[in-house]
């Protein structure tokens, strides 16, 4: 519950004549998963790896205020995030023998589904502004271990 002293500063009272506001930027809901597969040695100690992660979360609520986001469509569209997953992957050849030394070379890739809900979105007297999740992303590692 906000105070009358809170509102009145931001004139909530006259514009917003609620006082319930609601939690914002917390899902209820949230959970990751993850599987790993390894192989048998493919030649020396040297074998693949494959690892897969899934984060889901359920929907995030923006704007505190649900009379704003009722009767302003321009709020009803950045009201929530709508739930969603995000999906990781990596698969690497590992114990590579190099000597004393073992590598690895790895092929990474994150936000496969290709996500683009908003993760944050703020109202500033009528200005929205909203952050999302990076475009997916791939990657090449190489590693040594000595």
Do not use: H
């Not at 114990?95 to 979105?121: C, H, S, Y």
């Amino acid at each position: 519950r906000v105070t009358d002293i809170l509102l009145s500063s931001v004139q909530g009272l006259v514009l917003y004549p609620t006082k319930d506001f609601k939690q914002t930027l917390n899902p209820e809901w949230g959970g990751n998963i993850n599987a790993r597969y390894e192989t048998l040695p493919l030649f020396d100690q040297a074998y693949l790896a494959f690892d897969v992660t899934g984060i889901w979360r359920d929907d995030v609520r923006f704007d505190p205020n649900e009379t704003r986001a009722a009767a302003t469509p321009a709020f009803r569209a950045m009201e929530y995030s709508p739930s969603t997953w995000t999906l990781n992957a990596r698969l690497a050849l590992q114990d590579i023998k190099m000597g004393n030394w073992k590598a690895q070379v790895a092929l990474w890739g994150r936000n496969l589904l290709d996500d683009d809900e908003p993760t944050f979105a703020l109202n500033v007297n009528g200005v929205i502004a909203a952050a999302y999740n990076e475009e997916p992303t791939y990657g090449i590692e190489f590693t040594v271990q000595y």
